[in-house]
């Protein structure tokens, strides 16, 4: 796919960086700075009647609305059920990084699939990232307030590692540099930081005016979105599946399931094969100057790949960090001065920052980590599973699904080893819980030693030094014993120029004429003489 510049807020007269505030929003999108900096977004109406289309999309997130828009842009039509409102939940809340890859890491998917087939997915995922930012240019998407590039830091001091990562990144065809510590502490001006993996072709977007701007691409091209309609039962029989909705029943030939983890008791065993998780957000008030003294990086960071610590500069000044999970519903207050807390380990300089915004926003992880998409049975198709990697996967997913319905393209089966797999229930959320606190542990334990050690290291070449500048003095000190010595020898007189100044030195420091000592007597016989 070839790439394509986007449009950037500036460009349209406004602040950079920050899109402007047009719609008064649904308190349903939550308290987070993306609402707040929303472009507009017609309420839809309710499904009231009952209606005929070629293809049912159920999930306006950014899932249902991709394969909903590429499916009418070819000419079929399509409906989109939401229960609540477009993109409320992770399509809208979520951080906006659009990267290649998975939500499962490279070596896992190599080990899983052989290098072959993991190189075919990283192009695929790459094509979501291309897709995505075609698609803003391309329709000149309002308040998008795009910037370039990701970082993925090591916090622990691994050099050999991060290299062998990129050399892994790089055989299936992934467009990487690796940094040293050097720049990355250029960038990033924080002590924690060790050597990073940068990714130039990712870049960052408002995820909730990019599914606003989608959803009126996709009605532009014929799409009928319905709001506040929850599909509450599918009859996926015969070629005329039928949805019911409360108050209208949708007949499709194909059905798309693009739920994530909403879908619950429309199909409790796909549901079950999703782990819920939330996770939280905060953006600073303004920062001013103060950010530079920190960042001066206009991409994302991410310092782990778990939950924790993702990062980047939104509005021109402002920090948005995002971390922390539960499988539990939570407070994103209270999760929000434990984000505070992350930022400042990580940067002191920004101990002071204040927040404006706090959000939590829930996710769908499979077991394996990896995207469900596939045909379940004949003309259902789902699209789900997208974890914290979804902008580029949904995309991707969107694309593929539209492609195997429309021309019999069935890359969609690269993705058949990462089966439905039941989550565990509860029991597999306290497992995943148990394993993020594990994770997040060590992973505070490994930065703590590498910075202990590196901390190590600056007291002991400032201990050499100081040593070293000890042991310069001691020596200059016995050689000038040695030669004030021979002085008093009476070696002097056949002599250097440097043993005359420094025998002249001698007199003028200290020796008076009423001192009778033998050295005394003979430096005046030598000053005498000379
Ligand atoms: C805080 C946070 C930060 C994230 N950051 C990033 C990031 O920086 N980069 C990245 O790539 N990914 C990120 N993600 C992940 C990404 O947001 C998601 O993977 C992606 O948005 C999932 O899209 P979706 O369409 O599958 O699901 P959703 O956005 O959840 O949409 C599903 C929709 O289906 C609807 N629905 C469900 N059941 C029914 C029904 N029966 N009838 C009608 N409608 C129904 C729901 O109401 C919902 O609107 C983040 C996620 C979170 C929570």
């Known amino acids: 796919m070839e ?11 406004q602040t950079p960086g920050e899109p402007q505030v047009v719609a008064p929003q649904d308190a349903l999108y939550g308290e987070t700075y993306f609402a707040a900096t929303a472009v507009e977004m017609p309420k839809r109406p309710p499904l009231t009647q009952d209606i005929d289309v070629d293809i049912c999309v159920i999930g306006g997130g950014l899932a249902g609305l991709t394969t909903a828009y590429e499916m009418a842009r070819r000419g079929w039509s399509v ?10 939940n992770a399509s809208g809340r979520n951080t906006g990084f659009v990267l290649p890859g998975f939500g499962q890491s490279v070596d896992k998917i190599v080990e899983r699939v052989g290098p072959d087939h993991a190189r075919e997915l990283w192009t695929l995922s790459q094509g979501g990232v291309d897709y995505v930012r075609q698609t803003i240019a391309e ?26 990562d990129a050399d892994l990144l790089r055989s299936l065809g992934a467009d990487i540099e690796v940094w040293p510590e050097r720049l990355v502490r250029s960038k990033l001006k924080s002590d924690r930081y060790f050597q990073a993996i940068h990714f130039p072709t990712a870049f960052n977007i408002h995820p909730l005016n990019y599914a606003a701007g989608l959803a009126k691409l996709a009605e532009d091209a014929g799409v009928r979105i319905f709001e506040e309609t929850r599909a509450l039962s599918i009859d996926p029989a015969g070629v005329r599946k039928r949805i019911e909705t409360a108050n209208g029943r949708v007949r499709a030939a194909r059905i798309v399931l693009a739920g994530n983890v909403h ?14 998780v939330h996770t939280f957000v905060i953006v600073t008030k303004p920062l001013g100057a103060t950010l530079s003294e920190a960042i001066d990086y206009p991409g994302s960071v991410s310092d782990t ?12 000044d402002r920090l948005m960090w995002c971390g922390r999970m539960t499988v539990w519903d939570a407070h994103p207050r209270r999760f929000g001065r434990k984000l505070r807390r992350d930022l400042r380990n990580r940067f002191p300089q920004l101990a002071d920052a204040e927040i404006d915004y706090a959000w939590a926003g829930t996710l769908g992880l499979s077991v394996h980590r990896m995207p469900q998409i596939g045909e379940l049975s004949s ?27 429309t021309e019999g393209d069935d890359r969609w089966r690269l993705f058949q080893p990462f089966e439905l797999v039941w989550a565990g229930g509860r029991a597999g959320r306290i497992v995943l819980q148990t394993a993020y606190w594990g994770q997040r542990k060590y992973e505070t334990w490994a930065s703590g030693r ?25 020596l200059q000190a016995e050689t000038d014993a040695a030669e004030t010595a021979r002085i008093a020898a009476g070696q002097i007189g056949t002599h250097t120029d440097q043993q005359v100044v420094y025998a002249e030195d001698m007199a003028t420091a200290g020796v008076d ?4 000592s033998r050295f005394a007597r003979r430096l005046r016989k030598w000053r005498d003489r000379t």
């Open 139 to 164: 329709s000149e998407m309002q308040g998008i307030a795009p910037s370039e590039g990701w970082l993925h830091v090591s916090k622990t001091d691994r050099a050999r590692q991060v290299s062998d």
């Open 450 to 474: 590498s910075h202990g050690s590196e901390v190590r290291r600056i007291r002991a070449d400032a201990r050499a030094k100081k040593e070293a500048a000890a042991a310069a003095e001691r």
């Open 379 to 405: 003309g259902v198709w789902l699209a789900s599973g997208f974890g914290g990697h979804g902008i580029n996967t949904t995309a991707m997913a969107g694309n593929l699904i539209t492609r195997a319905m």
């Open 263 to 276: 879908l619950g008791e429309l199909m409790p065993e796909i549901a079950q094969t999703l782990m819920p």
């Open 305 to 316: 790949d778990w939950a924790d610590s993702h990062y980047r500069i939104v509005g021109g």
């Open 3 to 13: 790439k394509a510049s986007m449009s950037s807020d500036t460009a349209s007269g």
């Open 79 to 88: 409906a989109v059920l939401e229960s609540r409102r477009v993109a409320w």
């Open 513 to 516: 004429q009423a001192d009778d």
